[in-house]
């Protein structure tokens, strides 16, 4: 009979260490990720659904979402990061660059995947390579078109022009870099280029108007307050009969008259398998390369462009209404 027991006590105690090994693997195969979006438009949308897609089809069940949108308020974003951090999530999507800014500012520890930034060290004054972030938990993926190309679809479509308005938000860093940056590129195919910033929502209809009033073609790159505002861009550009070239697809289908965009959706992808080889442990978010989107399409509005009397010339493709 002791013997029995003693058998009895040795099973018992094998099961409950396979139960504990069991209960530990079903935990480290649950995965938190916290998504931290700037504003609610097309761009950032589809970044953010492309992310949930590919991590879904990698993860399966095992991955949850904590999706929160900061509704275009930079501060928002630092309050919900820190929701994230008590929440102790397992990986933190910043989506546009205030949430990246808000979410490398709260932790060092956390992992976290940028998405629809720009240019890293410009945004958060990080030493960089050509294709990583140096510094430990952030990596993730850039909307960076090519801007020599940008500026080589201003001159395609109006080689006539002469000044160049270059219409931005002075408060994102990440503007500022693709207004210099393409400056330099219009400057150099003769154009004669001017800086239209404007700090907020506030005093855009003021600036936009002034940059209508002198210029003979608007050039907006991605930028946030931008894409939040469309209508209010529209509404002064179309009236004044100066078309816009804008940065990405969202933009240009607001106010603009052309495009050269990648496709946001695509970019949330390639962040979203990122996010599910740093979650698995195949590979460290500190080894994790920049990713781009290669694939540009040239795309134009068809509604905007009827309004002004353009005429696309072949290998651009409308937007979809």
């Not at 027991?5 to 504990?20: C, D, E, G, N, R």
């Not at 907006?220 to 931008?226: E, G, Q």
């Not at 990122?274 to 990713?291: C, F, P, Q, R």
Request: hydrophobic share 40%; glycine share 8%.
């Amino acid at each position: 009979m002791k013997k029995l027991y003693k058998l009895l006590a040795v099973v018992l105690a094998i099961s409950a260490i396979l139960t504990f090994a069991a209960a530990c693997g079903q935990k480290n195969d649950a995965y938190n990720v916290g998504i931290c979006q700037l504003a609610p438009h097309p761009a950032l949308d589809q970044a953010t659904q492309g992310f949930k897609d590919a991590l879904v089809e990698a993860l399966g069940d095992k991955v949850t979402f904590d999706e929160q949108n900061a509704g275009g308020e930079a501060a928002n974003c630092t309050t919900i990061v820190d929701g994230f951090i008590s929440e102790k999530v397992d990986l933190i999507l910043a989506n546009a660059t205030a949430s990246l800014t808000a979410a490398a500012s709260a932790t060092d520890t956390i992992p976290i995947l940028g998405t629809a930034i720009t240019n890293y060290g410009v945004a958060l004054n990080l030493d960089t390579t050509e294709d990583k972030v140096l510094g430990g938990n952030i990596s993730g993926t850039s909307d960076l078109a090519p801007l020599d190309q940008q500026a080589a679809m201003v001159q395609e479509l109006f080689p006539d022009a002469k000044n160049v308005g270059l219409l931005f938000c002075s408060a994102e860093p990440n503007s500022v870099y693709q207004v210099e940056t393409i400056k330099g590129y219009l400057e150099g195919m003769g154009y004669t280029c001017e800086n239209y910033a404007f700090t907020d929502v506030n005093d855009l209809p003021a600036v936009t108007q002034a940059a209508c009033d002198s210029c003979d073609v608007l050039y907006i790159p991605t930028d946030n307050t931008a894409a939040d505002n469309t209508e209010t861009i529209a509404n002064i550009v179309l009236p004044a009969k100066v078309p816009v070239v804008a940065g990405e697809e969202g933009i240009c289908k607001g106010c603009g008259v052309a495009t050269l965009s990648i496709s946001y959706y695509e970019l949330g992808q390639i962040t979203g398998r990122m996010a599910a080889d740093i979650l698995t442990g195949k590979t460290s978010v500190s080894e994790s390369a920049i990713g781009f989107d290669t694939t540009l399409d040239k795309m134009y509005n068809a509604a905007n462009c009827e309004a002004l009397g353009l005429t696309m010339p072949e290998g651009y493709k409308a937007i979809a209404e």
